[in-house]
C-alpha cells in the first residue's frame, strides 16, 4: 500500500532524523515534509516505533495517510509546464 508521510516537527534535527528514516525506507520526497511511497507492514511499523522514540509528541506532529492504487491513480498535478510524474517510475505502482 502506499502511504502519505506528512510531518511538522519544529526541532531540526529530530526533522533530520525524520527525514532520513523516510528516505532509508524508500519512500521519495514530495515536497519538504512531506513523503510518498509503498511500504510494507513491516516498514510500516518499524517506521512508527522509530518515530515514537525521536518524535516530541507535545509539539510534533506525524501523520502516516494510507492510499491504494487506484486512489494513486488519481493524483493530478499542476503548475510548472513540465510535469514529472510524483514517483519516479520505478517507484510507480504497476496497473494491469
Not at 16 to 38: I, N, Y
Request: charge should be positive; hydrophobic fraction near 35%.
Amino acid at each position: 500500500m502506499f502511504y502519505w508521510i506528512i510531518y511538522d516537527i519544529s526541532r531540526d534535527r529530530t526533522r533530520l532524523k525524520v527525514s532520513r528514516a523516510c528516505q532509508r525506507a524508500g519512500l521519495h520526497r514530495v515536497q519538504k515534509s512531506v513523503f510518498l511511497g509503498k511500504l510494507r507492514r513491516k516498514t510500516l511499523f518499524a517506521l512508527r516505533t522509530d518515530f515514537n522514540r525521536i518524535v516530541n509528541w507535545r509539539t510534533d506532529k506525524v501523520f502516516f495517510v494510507p492510499m491504494n492504487n487506484d486512489e494513486y491513480r488519481q493524483i493530478h498535478r499542476t503548475g510548472a509546464k513540465r510535469q514529472t510524474p510524483v514517483l519516479p517510475p520505478h517507484a510507480q505502482p504497476s496497473f494491469y
